[in-house]
């Protein structure tokens, strides 16, 4: 919808509320999207804008001898085509749009109205703000639309949700509702909501929300059920609804199905006025909702404006029909000619444009509710106005570069933006429209009220309003008579998570529930609560206790000896008499006062009073001499400098206790010709000031006890005498001319001399070169006081006596002080001696100096006391304060096992290192003990000695097989392997000497290893020893000969190599992988290191072990099966038995080996290693040795075979 004029303002309305997007073939230019559901109030808005600028254009005041015209656009309720159309306002529909050479133009239209929702402005502005476009809405109220940064064209002339949210925030404080539910669309508009509710809500403290809900677009009915069912099961009672009108009608829906009555609802402005659910079956639900509604205005001539309205029969655009053609179409349900097919046939009528539309009842002429009307209206009139002061820009005074004005034929859409944020002004409804920095105009709300009237109808009533005004801010105001409440108390609900705590109790938050919810606990005695949801409960004061209801205090009940008890009356009776007895008494001694009283024990110095008491004496001594009397002595006094040299307290009675003293005193000085200078004072007979007598006067009178003519009346007849100013004040004993001790004397002097040096420093500035302003110098006629402390500050001299003066930055002089010391010489004389000074330099600081020898130290020893709290702690303790006494005051606490302290006073006590250990006095560390299994204890000693004497023995029988080894008993037993055998024993007991001792590498790496494959040796040769006795046997029956072949002396001792090679590998692989180590372990003691060797590996040393046991049992199983085979001399049998001994030995040897701390665990080792060694050599080579050496005659191969001397 067009009109021409010299300025060209855009709109954006929802004139559909839905469109039809055709199937995208990719094959053929897409159709255009087509329009459907006429929204006539979209419609009536789009009429608005026309109705605003035609009667601005009718205005001479506005806008003079200017046209404003306006091209419409319909969104049709889709975000692409709304963004298309105000594309094409800002650029045109033109193919070729021209500018000018400088590619300076102004656009198709300067301005836009719209768009309706926030979501389709939010995506406009985004474009259009890169242009400086001004978009003024109606309709969006997202607050995100006030970032400046992202958005700097946009303006509106309907409140943001952030001023709606507070506006609902302070309806809820207003009627206390601080439990609410807040339901939301999902959208822009309802998301940002509830994230600015949520924050505004916990920042107001005005309450809390029980759940947040939103509403899904594609009405999914599960959601709506759960969403309803929470909203149904939740105790708050109050719902918020930030949501459209489409979501509102879905969900009461669900809510009438559920019938879920007994809320109080809330309206945001999006469906406040939505007449749509205004119906039969929702009102029992909705009647009393509060809402908050856009403000509604009025504009005079709209509606003979909208009458006038007629379709241009004569128009074919583009699009087919334009607006008031469909309008017309949809409002009286008949078709333009050519009417489309079949329309005619089926009944439809065919519009002429002349039918009445006046007389028709339709909503569009309803004017009664003019609401985003209004907004329409105030943002068309915006526009206007800022045009009209781009026109009433006064050449040479204009806000743009070099003060120039802009021209409407060469206005730039910025320009307009900078006069749109400066409009002001008041509509003929009297409301005042301006917008702030964020484009946002004033805000006012309207509050409306839902009525369900008795006869059935529906009326939406104005109750009240929020708004924000420049001088009061916001304010919200109601008329609580006129609202309806759907409830039976007629009253509004209550709506709190808890209900208040009343006074006597305290609030408890619940864990894990928002702060509005929460327990109210009593007060505890002696505790109250005087206010509602009170936080704490406050202790009642000392002399209160707490009322039974915990809300007040109230005085604790009293408890004395009171004149009413029969206890008290005892006593009162017993009191008056005694007062009746001091009465009677009183009078005797008044009768004869001229008595005196000797006292003995009253002690008051009062009653040294001799005004008071003439005839009181007493035997003992007043108050003021009992520190003497109690004599206090042995202690050291150091006094301050206030009495320091006060000669009063150096009195023979006092100097007992104080003789000794050490005292800081003001720096003495010596000023050369004081003396003389004071001996010159004379009076000045002729003054006579106001004062009566000058200072010099007043002294001579106080000094020679005489008063100056005139003296006073009745002076000189008292005996008085006149001064005559001529009086000797040399020979006049005086502490005024005693100027031995000069010492505040001192310090005036030092400080006139200050001044007179800074004053100096003033005469000697050389102009050009001073310290004030311009480098100038300050003068004696115009030198300000100011100037003076300029130069003080840096004032530095040496006195005659030789003390520098300089001042710091505090104003203090370099401090200085004598330290006197107080003597009671054996005359009796007391003395005042210098020891030395304290004082601070500029280049060392402070420091003291003290000439020890000739201070007097007033105790039997001649030296300084000693003054500790606490004796400082030794060496081996820390110090430990005591608890609520000065940190002087300590205990001496020994240091625990393994710390130590080798400081007196240490305050904390020192971990030794690792291989240290603490002393017994704790004073220092020693190396910790080692432990390890030596070659010198009793234990190492033994176990040395039996491996020797296994190692002797095995050499012994290894001697005795070789000289006897031609005899059966050798040859029959395989000689060979028996030789190994005894080789591999020797080498057991030789390896469990590299168990004892200092842990080395080598020897941890060696001891596993060694002994190992010296048991795998040993044990494979028992193992083949075995395998060719079951080999001879069955050889021995019929058949049986061929089993030898495979048992020869090469395959004998292959066996024995691969066998033992086996482990071999093992313990290399071991020794690569992990190998043992020495290790020095601290767990077992602290005070001492054991020292060790870790196996390194575990499973290595279990693989070891498994492997020896393997071989042991397989010997043994084959022993055990060969036992019985006949022969005189079985070895079979002595090879069962060693290996049962041996089995034995290594089982018990596991638990004991871990159970076994530090260097047992190696002895334990060592014994199973001699203990297995020993028993191999005693059960196979012990019947061997006894038969060899002490029964010859068995050693035949008759005997063997059993052939020879029958058994015994």
């Given at each position: 919808?067009?009109?021409?004029?010299?300025?060209?303002?855009?709109?954006?309305?929802?004139?559909?509320?839905?469109?039809?997007?055709?199937?995208?073939?990719?094959?053929?230019?897409?159709?255009?999207?087509?329009?459907?559901?006429?929204?006539?109030?979209?419609?009536?808005?789009?009429?608005?804008?026309?109705?605003?600028?035609?009667?601005?254009?009718?205005?001479?005041?506005?806008?003079?001898?200017?046209?404003?015209?306006?091209?419409?656009?319909?969104?049709?309720?889709?975000?692409?085509?709304?963004?298309?159309?105000?594309?094409?306002?800002?650029?045109?529909?033109?193919?070729?749009?021209?500018?000018?050479?400088?590619?300076l133009g102004t656009p198709p239209v300067l301005g836009i109205v719209g768009d309706s929702y926030s979501t389709f402005s939010i995506a406009i502005s985004n474009v259009l703000g890169l242009f400086k476009l001004p978009l003024v809405s109606y309709f969006s109220t997202c607050s995100c639309l006030t970032d400046r940064e992202r958005f700097p064209s946009f303006f509106r002339t309907i409140p943001s949700d952030a001023f709606q949210v507070r506006a609902m925030i302070q309806i809820l404080k207003h009627f206390g509702w601080a439990w609410v539910g807040l339901v939301v669309s999902d959208d822009d508009y309802g998301l940002h909501v509830a994230q600015s509710f949520q924050s505004d809500l916990a920042q107001s403290g005005g309450g809390c929300l029980a759940y947040v809900e939103v509403l899904p677009w594609d009405r999914d009915p599960s959601v709506?059920?759960?969403?309803?069912?929470?909203?149904?099961?939740?105790?708050?009672?109050?719902?918020?609804?930030?949501?459209?009108?489409?979501?509102?009608?879905?969900?009461?829906?669900?809510?009438?199905?559920?019938?879920?009555?007994?809320?109080?609802?809330?309206?945001?402005?999006?469906?406040?006025?939505?007449?749509?659910?205004?119906?039969?079956?929702?009102?029992?639900?909705?009647?009393?909702?509060?809402?908050?509604?856009?403000?509604?205005?009025?504009?005079?001539?709209?509606?003979?404006?909208?009458?006038?309205?007629?379709?241009?029969?004569?128009?074919?655009?583009?699009?087919?029909?334009?607006?008031?053609?469909?309008?017309?179409?949809?409002?009286?349900?008949?078709?333009?000619?050519?009417?489309?097919?079949?329309?005619?046939?089926?009944?439809?009528?065919?519009?002429?444009?002349?039918?009445?539309?006046?007389?028709?009842?339709?909503?569009?002429?309803?004017?009664?509710?003019?609401?985003?009307?209004?907004?329409?209206?105030?943002?068309?009139?915006?526009?206007?106005?800022?045009?009209?002061?781009?026109?009433?820009?006064?050449?040479?005074?204009?806000?743009?570069?070099?003060?120039?004005?802009?021209?409407?034929?060469?206005?730039?859409?910025?320009?307009?933006?900078?006069?749109?944020?400066?409009?002001?002004?008041?509509?003929?409804?009297?409301?005042?429209?301006?917008?702030?920095?964020?484009?946002?105009?004033?805000?006012?709300?309207?509050?409306?009220?839902?009525?369900?009237?008795?006869?059935?109808?529906?009326?939406?009533?104005?109750?009240?309003?929020?708004k924000r005004t420049p001088s009061k801010?916001?304010?919200?105001?109601?008329?609580?008579?006129?609202?309806?409440?759907?409830?039976?108390?007629?009253?509004?609900?209550?709506?709190?998570?808890?209900?208040?705590?009343?006074?006597?109790?305290?609030?408890?938050?619940?864990?894990?529930?928002?702060?509005?919810?929460?327990?109210?606990?009593?007060?505890?005695?002696?505790?109250?609560?005087?206010?509602?949801?009170?936080?704490?409960?406050?202790?009642?004061?000392?002399?209160?206790?707490?009322?039974?209801?915990?809300?007040?205090?109230?005085?604790?009940?009293?408890?004395?000896?009171?004149?009413?008890?029969?206890?008290?009356?005892?006593?009162?009776?017993?009191?008056?008499l005694g007062t009746f007895i001091c009465a009677v008494v009183l009078a005797i001694f008044i009768y004869h006062r001229s008595t005196p009283m000797v006292s003995y024990f009253a002690t008051c110095s009062c009653l040294t009073d001799r005004e008071r008491f003439p005839s009181f004496f007493r035997t003992i001594p007043s108050d003021a001499f009992q520190v003497v009397q109690q004599d206090v002595t042995g202690l050291q006094w150091v006094a301050s400098e206030a009495w320091t040299s006060a000669a009063v307290l150096q009195t023979p009675r006092l100097m007992p206790y104080l003789s000794g003293t050490l005292g800081i005193a003001i720096r003495r000085g010596e000023i050369p010709g004081l003396r003389e200078f004071l001996l010159q004072i004379r009076p000045d007979l002729q003054q006579n000031n106001s004062y009566g007598n000058n200072l010099v006067k007043q002294f001579w009178e106080y000094t020679f006890q005489c008063r100056f003519a005139p003296p006073p009346a009745g002076w000189v007849e008292t005996g008085g005498a006149v001064c005559t100013g001529e009086e000797d004040i040399e020979n006049v004993e005086t502490e005024f001319l005693d100027l031995s001790n000069l010492r505040p004397d001192y310090n005036v002097y030092?400080?006139?001399?200050?001044?007179?040096?800074?004053?100096?420093?003033?005469?000697?500035?050389?102009?050009?070169?001073?310290?004030?302003?311009?480098?100038?110098?300050?003068?004696?006629?115009?030198?300000?006081?100011?100037?003076?402390?300029?130069?003080?500050?840096?004032?530095?001299?040496?006195?005659?006596?030789?003390?520098?003066?300089?001042?710091?930055?505090?104003?203090?002089?370099?401090?200085?002080?004598?330290?006197?010391?107080?003597?009671?010489?054996?005359?009796?004389?007391?003395?005042?001696?210098?020891?030395?000074?304290?004082?601070?330099?500029?280049?060392?600081?402070?420091?003291?100096?003290?000439?020890?020898?000739?201070?007097?130290?007033?105790?039997?020893?001649?030296?300084?006391?000693?003054?500790?709290?606490?004796?400082?702690?030794?060496?081996?303790?820390?110090?430990?304060?005591?608890?609520?006494?000065p940190e002087c005051c300590f205990d001496c606490i020994p240091c625990s096992e393994g710390k130590i302290s080798n400081r007196t006073d240490s305050m904390e006590c020192t971990i030794c290192p690792e291989d240290f250990w603490s002393s017994p006095q704790r004073d220092h560390c020693v190396p910790k003990k080692t432990e390890f299994l030596s070659y010198h204890e009793p234990l190492g000693i033994c176990l040395t000695v039996t491996s020797l004497l296994g190692t002797f023995i095995c050499a012994v029988v290894l001697a005795i097989f070789i000289y006897h080894r031609s005899t059966p008993m050798v040859r029959a037993n395989n000689s060979e392997l028996s030789f190994l055998l005894l080789v591999s024993l020797k080498l057991c007991f030789l390896c469990s000497l590299l168990f004892i001792g200092r842990p080395r590498l080598w020897t941890c790496q060696l001891r596993h290893a060694a002994f190992g494959i010296s048991f795998v040796l040993c044990v494979s040769c028992i193992l083949v020893k075995t395998m060719v006795v079951l080999a001879v046997f069955k050889a021995s029956k019929p058949g049986g000969g061929a089993s030898l072949k495979w048992f020869g002396a090469v395959q004998q001792r292959g066996t024995v190599l691969v066998l033992t090679s086996i482990q071999a590998a093992i313990c290399t692989a071991w020794l690569v992988s992990a190998s043992p180590a020495p290790h020095k372990n601290t767990d077992y003691h602290s005070d001492k290191i054991v020292y060790e060797c870790v196996v390194g590996s575990t499973v290595g040393f279990a693989v070891l072990l498994g492997y020896i046991g393997f071989l042991a049992i397989l010997s043994f199983l084959l022993a055990f099966l060969a036992r019985n085979l006949p022969d005189n001399f079985n070895e079979a049998k002595l090879i069962t038995f060693s290996m049962l001994i041996f089995c034995a030995v290594w089982v018990a040897f596991v638990p004991a080996y871990v159970n076994s701390p530090g260097k047992y665990a190696d002895a334990v080792e060592v014994f199973a290693i001699l203990a297995s060694s020993f028993g191999l050599l005693v059960a196979l080579f012990g019947p061997k040795c006894y038969i060899i050496l002490l029964r010859p005659e068995r050693n035949t191969k008759k005997a063997i075979m059993g052939r020879g001397t029958p058994k015994s």
């Open positions: 919808m067009h009109k021409p004029g010299d300025v060209v303002l855009g709109g954006l309305f929802e004139v559909h509320y839905t469109s039809v997007f055709p199937e995208w073939t990719f094959t053929s230019e897409p159709q255009q999207p087509s329009c459907q559901g006429f929204d006539t109030l979209g419609f009536r808005h789009a009429m608005t804008m026309a109705f605003t600028i035609d009667e601005i254009n009718k205005n001479s005041d506005l806008l003079p001898n200017v046209t404003l015209g306006y091209t419409l656009y319909d969104n049709c309720g889709a975000l692409i085509i709304g963004f298309s159309g105000a594309l094409s306002l800002a650029s045109g529909q033109e193919e070729q749009f021209l500018l000018q050479e400088n590619c709506l059920k759960r969403i309803v069912y929470s909203v149904k099961t939740s105790t708050a009672r109050v719902v918020m609804v930030f949501a459209h009108v489409i979501h509102m009608i879905q969900l009461m829906e669900e809510v009438a199905q559920q019938d879920v009555t007994g809320l109080q609802w809330i309206a945001s402005e999006a469906w406040t006025s939505a007449a749509v659910l205004q119906t039969p079956r929702l009102m029992p639900y909705l009647s009393g909702t509060l809402g908050i509604a856009i403000r509604r205005g009025e504009m005079p001539g709209f509606k003979e404006f909208l009458l006038q309205i007629r379709p241009d029969l004569h128009q074919n655009s583009s699009y087919g029909k334009n607006m008031v053609r469909q309008f017309w179409e949809h409002t009286f349900q008949c078709r333009f000619a050519p009417p489309p097919a079949g329309w005619v046939e089926t009944g439809g009528a065919v519009c002429t444009g002349e039918e009445d539309i006046e007389n028709l009842e339709t909503e569009f002429l309803d004017l009664s509710n003019l609401r985003p009307e209004y907004n329409v209206y105030k943002a068309v009139y915006a526009l206007a106005y800022a045009l009209d002061g781009i026109l009433q820009c006064e050449p040479g005074r204009g806000p743009f570069s070099g003060h120039t004005c802009a021209t409407l034929q060469t206005l730039e859409p910025w320009q307009l933006v900078h006069y749109l944020q400066k409009v002001s002004f008041t509509t003929s409804f009297g409301d005042q429209v301006s917008f702030d920095e964020n484009g946002d105009a004033l805000p006012i709300y309207d509050i409306m009220n839902w009525l369900w009237l008795p006869d059935g109808t529906f009326k939406l009533k104005n109750v009240g309003e929020v801010g916001e304010e919200l105001t109601l008329d609580e008579d006129k609202i309806f409440w759907n409830f039976e108390s007629k009253e509004p609900p209550r709506s709190v998570c808890s209900e208040s705590c009343p006074p006597g109790t305290r609030m408890a938050r619940k864990k894990g529930e928002p702060e509005c919810c929460f327990d109210c606990i009593p007060c505890s005695e002696g505790k109250i609560s005087n206010r509602t949801d009170s936080m704490e409960c406050t202790i009642c004061p000392e002399d209160f206790w707490s009322s039974p209801q915990r809300d007040h205090c109230v005085p604790k009940k009293t408890e004395f000896l009171s004149y009413h008890e029969p206890l008290g009356i005892c006593l009162t009776v017993t009191s008056l030092k400080a006139v001399y200050a001044l007179a040096y800074a004053l100096d420093d003033i005469l000697q500035c050389e102009p050009g070169r001073g310290p004030f302003t311009g480098n100038t110098c300050a003068t004696l006629q115009t030198l300000e006081p100011w100037q003076l402390v300029h130069y003080l500050q840096k004032v530095s001299f040496t006195t005659s006596f030789g003390d520098q003066v300089s001042f710091d930055e505090n104003g203090d002089v370099l401090p200085i002080y004598d330290i006197m010391n107080w003597l009671w010489l054996p005359d009796g004389t007391i003395k005042l001696q210098n020891v030395g000074e304290v004082k601070r330099t500029p280049s060392k600081g402070e420091e003291l100096t003290l000439d020890e020898d000739k201070i007097f130290w007033h105790f039997g020893s001649k030296e300084p006391p000693r003054s500790v709290c606490s004796e400082s702690c030794p060496p081996g303790t820390r110090m430990a304060r005591k608890k609520g006494e």
